[in-house]
């Protein structure tokens, strides 16, 4: 079992900027991949970045340049550094972890990006 719980969401103006966090009850260096995923009013979760034990990294195209997945194995902790944020960013950014065959997710937290 892991829990999840995400951090340092809120209210930006667009161009500004946000850290979001993610903390988990498991070791982050024995999780196969973690992850953030979003989802917007009215459609579906998409995903935002993934990296994975291996020192994979990937971005939604969306967010290329823009957004930075890190992971501390140390304080066990997953982040996401966003800038440059643009009002359609704004959404609900769940926290994602896949362990041993599960897939594990946060209680999200709001970004809201303003014109």
């Known amino acids: 079992q892991v829990r999840l719980v995400e951090s340092g969401g809120g209210l930006v103006q667009a161009g500004g900027s946000l850290r979001l966090s993610c903390a988990s009850s498991?070791?982050?260096?024995?999780?196969?991949?973690m992850g953030w995923y979003r989802q917007a009013p009215g459609k579906q979760r998409e995903i935002v970045a993934l990296?994975?034990?291996?020192?994979?990294?990937n971005y939604a195209d969306a967010v290329k340049g823009r957004f930075t997945i890190s992971r501390d194995n140390a304080k066990n902790t997953l982040n996401l550094e966003m800038n440059s944020l643009k009002p359609e960013d704004t959404a609900v950014y769940y926290c994602?972890?896949?362990?041993?065959?599960?897939?594990?997710w946060g209680q999200g937290t709001q970004v809201t990006v303003s014109t």
């Open positions: 994602y972890s896949h362990l041993a065959g599960t897939n594990y």
């Open positions: 498991a070791s982050t260096g024995r999780i196969e991949a």
């Open positions: 990296i994975t034990t291996a020192g994979g990294v």
